[in-house]
């Protein structure tokens, strides 16, 4: 079956240092992949998309996220947390059957000063 | 362009009662999906309607249903609701089938409560 697992529920990072969420995902053909963002109170917005070509997409607010398929993974990275950034970041895979996109729990993003 | 808009944005409803709850889509995007978010449950997939037709439809009761309009407009309707209804009620919209077919833009939601 179709699934999204991120594994860390929340993350604290300091301000100005690096970031990944991990994204492992189950698939069974080439997965169009995604990440949101969603601050407290509002819907989420798209991050970055990954459709096909090159494996590093850039996305928007300076992150990126690489994916692997040997590894099933779909990281999001930024190499400097902005106390904006506190959040919680979605991964999701799509589309399932019956065009449904499928979200991982999220993760919640801490950033201490 | 604008973005996905909902409304209400906020809502006190008392058990037992119906709710209507609207989106309309980011212009040009034919395809809604309604999602029900609460803290324990996270992301829950509600239905997808795409030219006025369901494509798909999650695990919910048959309390919850919806509808999209010719104008791509969707409204979900629960009735005889109930406490665990409090949630927040997201809806998202995507462009025409294409690549970008899966991409979704969400709105702000809806945030229900039942007392």
């Known amino acids: 079956a179709q699934s999204v697992t991120q594994p860390d529920i929340h993350i604290t990072v300091s301000e100005g240092a690096s970031l990944e969420l991990r994204c492992n995902y189950s698939?069974?053909?080439?997965?169009?992949l995604f990440w949101y963002v969603q601050s407290p109170g509002q819907g989420l917005q798209l991050l970055l998309k990954?459709?096909?070509?090159?494996?590093l997409v850039q996305g928007i607010k300076g992150f990126e996220a690489e994916f692997k398929r040997s590894q099933s993974s779909f990281n999001l990275r930024k190499p400097s947390v902005h106390w904006s950034d506190a959040a919680e970041y979605f991964c999701a895979v799509g589309p399932t059957g019956g065009f449904k996109t499928i979200f991982g729990a999220g993760t919640r993003l801490f950033v201490k000063a | 362009k604008a973005g996905v808009t909902q409304t209400p944005r906020y809502l006190i409803k008392t058990r037992g009662q119906q709710v209507t709850l609207s989106c309309s889509p980011i212009s040009g995007h034919r395809s809604v999906s309604w999602y029900q978010q609460t803290p324990g449950q996270g992301l829950q997939f509600l239905f997808e309607y795409f030219s006025e037709t369901q494509r798909n439809k999650g695990n919910f009761p048959g309390r919850f249903s919806g509808r999209q309009f010719s104008n791509s407009r969707s409204e979900m309707n629960v009735s005889t609701l109930e406490l665990g209804d409090s949630a927040l009620y997201l809806c998202a919209s995507s462009p025409a089938p294409g690549q970008g077919a899966y991409e979704q833009y969400f709105g702000p939601g809806t945030r229900l409560t039942v007392t």
């Open positions: 698939y069974g053909a080439t997965p169009y």
């Open positions: 990954y459709f096909s070509g090159d494996t």
